[in-house]
């Protein structure tokens, strides 16, 4: 079956730096697109990058563009997350996505920006 597995996620200081990885399995990770969402209490889920089959192209939300570099390892079947300068409203909770007919979701983590 799909799984998305998701770590990296922590407590960091403002302008600090993280890395957050999706480890996929149950389906050809290299036939898909990938993507991370991310939500804070209150809101809504919102798309954070998505990265194409082969990684040529990618798109952020431009809250996070030139911060944050979303990429991908084929071999490894694992999507990652670089980021940098973060801001405490980059606060939440973190969530690795596919649609392979469906939507997948990971179980999320957490990231959370404060002094």
């Known amino acids: 079956q799909v799984q998305l597995v998701e770590s990296g996620g922590g407590l960091v200081q403002p302008g600090g730096s993280l890395r957050l990885s999706c480890a996929a399995s149950?389906?050809?990770?290299?036939?898909?697109?990938m993507s991370w969402y991310r939500q804070a209490p209150g809101k809504e889920r919102e798309l954070v990058a998505t990265?194409?089959?082969?990684?040529?192209?990618?798109n952020y939300a431009d809250s996070v563009k030139g911060r944050f570099t979303i990429s991908r390892d084929n071999a490894k079947n694992t999507v990652y997350l670089q980021m940098n300068s973060l801001k405490p409203e980059d606060t939440a909770m973190y969530y690795c996505?596919?649609?392979?007919?469906?939507?997948?979701w990971g179980q999320g983590t957490q990231v959370t920006v404060s002094s």
């Open positions: 996505y596919a649609y392979i007919g469906w939507r997948y």
């Open positions: 149950g389906f050809t990770f290299s036939n898909y697109a």
């Open positions: 990265i194409t089959r082969a990684g040529g192209t990618t």
